[in-house]
């Protein structure tokens, strides 16, 4: 499984856009990227999947270059209600939970 | 919308004890799945279940655990003698495709904690 590399933490104001970046230089050609949203005692929740350009749900947008060695989750507008742990997953098993490595996240958290 | 159903939501056991703990996955999902974690600590993959057998596990899935899907709607994980670093919240999931495509997600449930003393 690809490694990948995102800020430990950010912190942002309520309604400002928040733009989360991943690294994952060694993205096989089969790997999908998955983000995962996980509030405090949750089980983690599926925010938004991509291959590459651009993908943008009701939730999120997720922004994959060219090359695929990063991607960049951008959520809209942040409320208080965002504060949780992002996860960014890579690998050939597109979105299941099978083998899905979690890494540590990053921690964000939103104030007014 | 569908959800996966945890049960007991918090369980405190003596160490050596067996503890079951119990999910009910979304109703017609194929791929059930265990993770657990640890206190300020990354989520991590136990076991995944297909066809009533385990698909694959963890170094971590020892055995001292096993997992079983006793009907058509419950799938359980037991901790045969637990030990005091199995304290952890578990977390149950399903899905009900593995990998086919774009969009397969993994539904998690809200979790058990565990506290073993």
């Known amino acids: 499984l690809a490694k990948t590399t995102q800020p430990i933490s950010m912190d942002s104001y309520e309604g400002q856009e928040v733009n989360i970046t991943c690294s994952h230089n060694?993205?096989?050609?089969?790997?999908?990227i998955t983000w995962y949203q996980q509030f405090p005692s949750q089980g983690p929740r599926f925010i938004i999947q991509?291959?590459?350009t651009k993908v943008t749900n009701e939730v999120a947008s997720l922004f994959i270059p060219a090359d695929r060695k990063s991607s960049t989750l951008s959520l809209p507008r942040v409320s208080l209600s965002d504060t949780a742990v992002y996860y960014c997953?890579?690998?050939?098993?597109?979105?299941?939970?099978?083998?899905?490595?979690f890494g540590t996240g990053t921690r964000l958290q939103v104030t007014l | 919308e569908p959800e996966v159903t945890q049960t007991p939501s918090h369980q405190v056991t003596q160490m050596g004890q067996e503890v079951i703990l119990r999910c009910v996955p979304i109703?017609?999902?194929?791929?059930f799945y265990w993770y657990r974690q640890i206190l300020g600590q990354k989520v991590e993959f136990l076991v995944s279940?297909?066809?009533?057998?385990?698909?694959?596990k963890s170094e971590i899935f020892d055995d001292q655990f096993s997992v079983e899907r006793p009907d058509g709607s419950n799938f359980t994980l037991k901790i045969r003698s637990t030990k005091l670093e199995d304290s952890a919240m578990y977390f149950c999931?399903?899905?009900?495709?593995?990998?086919?495509?774009?969009?397969?997600?993994?539904?998690f449930g809200q979790g058990t904690r565990l506290t073993v003393v």
């Open positions: 999931a399903s899905s009900d495709r593995r990998g086919q495509g774009a969009n397969t997600e993994a539904f």
């Open positions: 109703s017609n999902h194929l791929y």
């Open positions: 991509g291959y590459k």
């Open positions: 279940f297909y066809n009533n057998e385990i698909s694959e």
């Open positions: 997953l890579v690998g050939a098993a597109a979105g299941t939970a099978s083998k899905l490595t």
């Open positions: 060694n993205i096989a050609t089969n790997d999908y």
